[in-house]
């Protein structure tokens, strides 16, 4: 095997295993959250803390009943959670977890794909994930259920729109669509105020850009306060009212690593995705003193740890919106996608071409 | 056989089956969820020919956007309409049909017996596009350098059906029928 | 009359009051004492009025009760089961004192009725059960969750 191969099938399991990780870590995650929120406990009997609860919630998952109602579209009812779930996985192929490496001749890329369309390539798969919400709502047969998945669609299709939109300034700055150019260009410094380097992340340059497109990613991951499809005070549970046991699961999952991949998506175009945090490139130089390993191998494992961290910090943002505000309506909910996100993204779109255009960007 | 061919037959076979389910199967709905699946299988065949770009696009617009709209509509009518049967259509519309079938078949026969001639116009091979950074920089500068007035038409167009479909919604709305 | 209420320009540019929203949850999660009660380890205590499992009032190991009829009258439920006795100092004494406590209200109007202050209902909320079972006199005068 040669070493581009065996390097691609670890890249491959460190993304998949992450992903996998993700999903009890965001279950233990979002119960102690919220319950911590509420001024409750939460579970926190098995193991230290509660940690193993998403553990028994898993296997309770697997040995459950899988009953499948009579009156539902048997194939469709199938193969939907799939849908959920397969897309969710692939659109983290293009997502950079850590700089390029130099070592012994050979050209180590941490990105399991490096596609020309780069960031549209995850727009793309995302908007996949609808059908198979589409396809839960309508299999099951269920006027809830049909509802939930209307619902889905039309909230998916209005803030597909402001996510590709609030992104496009992004790239006419960057000049590229590749998630490993953008990230790596936002090593650069944007100004210096008082000795402190202000990194060139996209926030800093995109502020507008960046609320747009963390309010569509919420739509787009049908969180909370856009969890419009599942309601359940007015919808029972929308799309995933007939399911149970493992299929339940697999939306469950769905969620969770769509919310990793928003996450990530986030920290990549908007705050320098692998790029080092503030302070760990001292960190680094002594890590490398101390134990003598070579200082470009240090960078790399401290790249994937600032990742992580930024990963993780929106991924605790979710939780924390979930907790916080309470659902949109449906008329709101499209009053805010077309009367004001779709707006202000062209007029930032506007504003950040007559910027490039002047050459203050 | 290469990587490339293998990909291309498995895709152009889920296109040519899904595109036979579009027309046979009865549920309305379960027929665009097959054309939704040829629409992927397309995307599919552009990525394998190298147009990555294409091949997003096709997916972001017409399996993301269009068909979504398909299926949204199909399910808010809850379309129970009769199947339309060639039996029992009319003497003009089986004629027509049949002329409109003959003629599709007679043409995808020519474009088979003369696939060998079809060579790609225009002087852009794969490995110059590379050297020119890419798919989506050498479509873009396209679009808006050489071909900007064709691009801005096509906006027209849509501008124009967009017009017509908000001014088609209001005046429904202001007979005071429910929409 | 609903009060018609109209948000200011400030309110109506939802970011200022989302992240006051956040702050407010992010203190909650953070500093504020948590109410849950871990339940087999403490115990929230209930106030004395509090109408729970019965007992019958024993004074030197002897029941209280003279068999008087006034509870299972006053029993809305009709739960209460008593056969009558003799003693052999001619006190008269429930030989059967039975609470089908499946039946049970929890009214608390026979300890109103009862005045030898014999049938009392404790503090003692926990009577889940895995068989029906009906609560007999032995079991009544061992004095749970006595009140005094």
């Given at each position: 095997?040669?070493?581009?191969?065996?390097?691609?099938?670890?890249?491959?399991?460190?993304?998949?295993?992450?992903?996998?990780?993700?999903?009890?870590?965001?279950?233990?995650?979002?119960?102690?959250?919220?319950?911590l929120?509420?001024?409750?406990?939460?579970?926190?009997?098995?193991?230290?803390?509660?940690?193993?609860?998403?553990?028994?919630?898993?296997?309770?998952?697997i040995?459950?009943?899988?009953?499948?109602?009579?009156?539902?579209?048997k194939?469709?009812?199938?193969?939907?959670?799939?849908?959920?779930?397969?897309?969710?996985f692939?659109?983290?192929?293009?997502?950079?977890?850590?700089?390029?490496?130099?070592?012994?001749?050979?050209?180590?890329?941490?990105?399991?794909?490096?596609?020309?369309v780069?960031?549209?390539?995850?727009?793309?798969?995302?908007?996949?994930?609808?059908?198979?919400?589409?396809?839960?709502?309508?299999?099951?047969?269920?006027?809830?259920?049909?509802?939930?998945?209307?619902?889905?669609?039309?909230?998916?299709?209005?803030?597909?729109?402001?996510?590709g939109?609030?992104?496009?300034?992004?790239?006419?700055?960057?000049?590229?669509?590749?998630?490993?150019?953008?990230?790596?260009?936002?090593?650069?410094?944007?100004?210096?105020?008082?000795?402190?380097?202000?990194?060139?992340?996209?926030?800093?340059?995109?502020?507008?850009?960046?609320?747009?497109?963390?309010?569509?990613?919420?739509a787009?991951?049908?969180?909370?306060?856009?969890?419009?499809?599942?309601?359940?005070?007015?919808?029972?549970?929308?799309?995933?009212?007939?399911?149970?046991?493992?299929?339940?699961?697999?939306?469950?999952?769905?969620?969770?690593?769509?919310?990793?991949?928003?996450?990530a998506?986030?920290?990549?175009?908007?705050?320098?995705?692998?790029?080092?945090?503030?302070?760990?490139?001292?960190?680094?130089?002594?890590?490398?003193?101390?134990?003598?390993?070579?200082?470009?191998?240090?960078?790399?494992?401290?790249?994937?740890?600032s990742?992580?961290?930024?990963?993780?910090?929106?991924?605790?943002?979710?939780?924390w919106?979930?907790?916080?505000?309470?659902?949109?309506?449906?008329?709101?909910l499209?009053?805010?996608?077309?009367?004001?996100?779709?707006?202000?993204?062209?007029?930032?779109?506007?504003?950040?071409?007559?910027?490039?255009?002047?050459?203050?960007? | 056989?290469?990587?490339?061919?293998?990909?291309?037959?498995?895709?152009?076979?889920?296109?040519?089956?899904?595109?036979?389910?579009?027309?046979?199967?009865?549920?309305?709905?379960?027929?665009?969820?097959?054309?939704?699946?040829?629409?992927?299988s397309?995307?599919?065949?552009?990525?394998?020919?190298?147009?990555?770009?294409?091949?997003?696009?096709?997916?972001?617009?017409?399996?993301?956007?269009?068909?979504?709209?398909?299926?949204?509509?199909?399910?808010?009518?809850?379309?129970?309409?009769?199947?339309?049967?060639?039996?029992?259509?009319?003497?003009?519309?089986?004629?027509?049909t049949?002329?409109?079938v003959?003629?599709?078949?007679?043409?995808?026969?020519?474009?088979?017996?003369?696939?060998?001639?079809?060579?790609?116009?225009?002087n852009?091979?794969?490995?110059?596009?590379?050297?020119?950074?890419?798919?989506?920089?050498?479509?873009?500068?396209?679009l808006?350098?050489?071909?900007?007035?064709?691009?801005?038409?096509?906006?027209?167009?849509?501008?124009?059906?967009?017009?017509?479909?908000?001014?088609?919604?209001?005046?429904?709305?202001?007979?005071?029928?429910?929409? | 009359?609903?009060?018609?209420?109209?948000?200011?320009?400030?309110?109506?540019?939802?970011?200022?009051?989302?992240?006051?929203?956040?702050?407010?949850?992010?203190?909650?999660?953070?500093?504020?004492?948590?109410?849950?009660?871990?339940?087999?380890?403490?115990?929230?205590?209930?106030?004395?009025?509090?109408?729970?499992?019965?007992?019958?009032?024993?004074?030197n190991?002897?029941?209280?009760?003279?068999?008087?009829?006034?509870?299972?009258?006053?029993?809305?439920?009709?739960?209460?089961?008593?056969?009558?006795?003799?003693?052999?100092d001619?006190?008269?004494?429930?030989?059967?004192?039975?609470?089908?406590?499946?039946?049970?209200?929890?009214?608390?109007?026979?300890?109103?009725?009862c005045?030898?202050?014999?049938?009392?209902?404790?503090?003692?909320?926990?009577?889940?059960?895995?068989?029906?079972?009906?609560?007999?006199?032995?079991?009544?005068?061992?004095?749970?969750?006595?009140?005094?």
């Amino acid at each position: 095997m040669t070493p581009e191969i065996s390097f691609m099938l670890i890249k491959v399991a460190i993304v998949l295993t992450g992903l996998l990780a993700v999903v009890p870590i965001m279950l233990f995650v979002e119960r102690r959250g919220s319950a911590l929120i509420q001024n409750r406990l939460g579970p926190n009997r098995m193991g230290p803390f509660g940690m193993f609860q998403a553990a028994c919630d898993v296997l309770k998952f697997i040995f459950k009943e899988d009953s499948t109602p009579t009156h539902v579209n048997k194939f469709y009812y199938t193969i939907a959670p799939w849908l959920v779930v397969i897309p969710a996985f692939m659109t983290f192929a293009v997502i950079p977890f850590a700089g390029s490496l130099s070592m012994d001749g050979n050209h180590f890329n941490f990105q399991v794909a490096n596609l020309d369309v780069g960031v549209l390539y995850c727009f793309a798969i995302a908007s996949l994930g609808v059908y198979g919400i589409i396809m839960a709502g309508w299999a099951s047969n269920n006027k809830y259920s049909l509802l939930g998945s209307l619902r889905s669609s039309a909230q998916m299709i209005s803030y597909e729109l402001t996510l590709g939109l609030s992104i496009v300034g992004l790239m006419m700055i960057f000049q590229s669509v590749r998630l490993g150019d953008i990230a790596a260009a936002q090593g650069e410094t944007l100004f210096t105020v008082a000795g402190l380097n202000v990194p060139k992340w996209g926030i800093f340059i995109q502020p507008v850009g960046f609320l747009l497109f963390l309010i569509s990613v919420f739509a787009e991951t049908n969180r909370l306060p856009f969890d419009l499809p599942e309601g359940e005070s007015e919808l029972i549970a929308g799309y995933h009212l007939e399911y149970g046991s493992m299929k339940f699961a697999l939306f469950m999952m769905g969620e969770f690593i769509n919310m990793s991949v928003a996450s990530a998506l986030i920290a990549t175009l908007f705050f320098g995705g692998w790029q080092l945090l503030p302070g760990l490139a001292w960190v680094v130089q002594q890590v490398a003193n101390i134990t003598q390993v070579d200082v470009l191998l240090v960078t790399v494992l401290f790249q994937g740890v600032s990742f992580v961290i930024k990963v993780a910090f929106f991924m605790w943002f979710f939780v924390w919106v979930r907790w916080t505000l309470p659902r949109f309506r449906f008329d709101q909910l499209m009053n805010l996608g077309w009367k004001v996100l779709f707006p202000l993204g062209l007029v930032n779109l506007f504003v950040t071409g007559i910027l490039i255009y002047k050459g203050v960007l | 056989m290469s990587w490339s061919m293998v990909a291309f037959s498995a895709f152009s076979t889920i296109a040519i089956i899904s595109s036979i389910f579009v027309i046979l199967k009865k549920n309305p709905v379960s027929s665009a969820f097959s054309l939704i699946l040829v629409f992927f299988s397309f995307a599919g065949l552009y990525a394998v020919m190298g147009a990555h770009l294409v091949a997003a696009l096709q997916i972001m617009v017409y399996t993301g956007a269009i068909m979504v709209l398909f299926v949204f509509v199909i399910m808010l009518l809850n379309a129970d309409t009769p199947v339309l049967d060639l039996k029992e259509s009319g003497g003009l519309f089986k004629a027509i049909t049949t002329f409109g079938v003959i003629g599709l078949l007679g043409i995808l026969l020519k474009t088979v017996l003369r696939a060998k001639e079809i060579q790609a116009t225009g002087n852009l091979t794969e490995d110059k596009i590379n050297e020119l950074g890419g798919n989506f920089k050498v479509i873009s500068e396209a679009l808006f350098t050489d071909y900007s007035f064709h691009f801005e038409l096509a906006s027209f167009l849509l501008l124009g059906a967009i017009v017509a479909t908000v001014a088609l919604a209001k005046r429904k709305s202001l007979k005071g029928s429910s929409v | 009359m609903l009060a018609q209420r109209k948000p200011g320009i400030l309110n109506r540019f939802y970011l200022i009051e989302i992240v006051r929203g956040l702050w407010i949850t992010l203190r909650n999660f953070l500093f504020h004492e948590k109410v849950t009660l871990q339940f087999p380890e403490q115990r929230r205590d209930y106030s004395p009025r509090y109408r729970g499992q019965h007992y019958i009032k024993t004074v030197n190991e002897v029941e209280n009760c003279t068999a008087c009829m006034l509870c299972p009258t006053v029993c809305p439920a009709e739960c209460i089961h008593i056969v009558a006795g003799e003693r052999e100092d001619k006190e008269k004494y429930p030989i059967k004192f039975e609470i089908d406590i499946l039946r049970c209200c929890f009214c608390g109007m026979c300890e109103e009725a009862c005045p030898k202050d014999a049938i009392k209902l404790s503090n003692i909320y926990e009577m889940s059960q895995e068989h029906r079972e009906v609560y007999t006199k032995d079991f009544l005068l061992e004095q749970r969750g006595n009140k005094k």
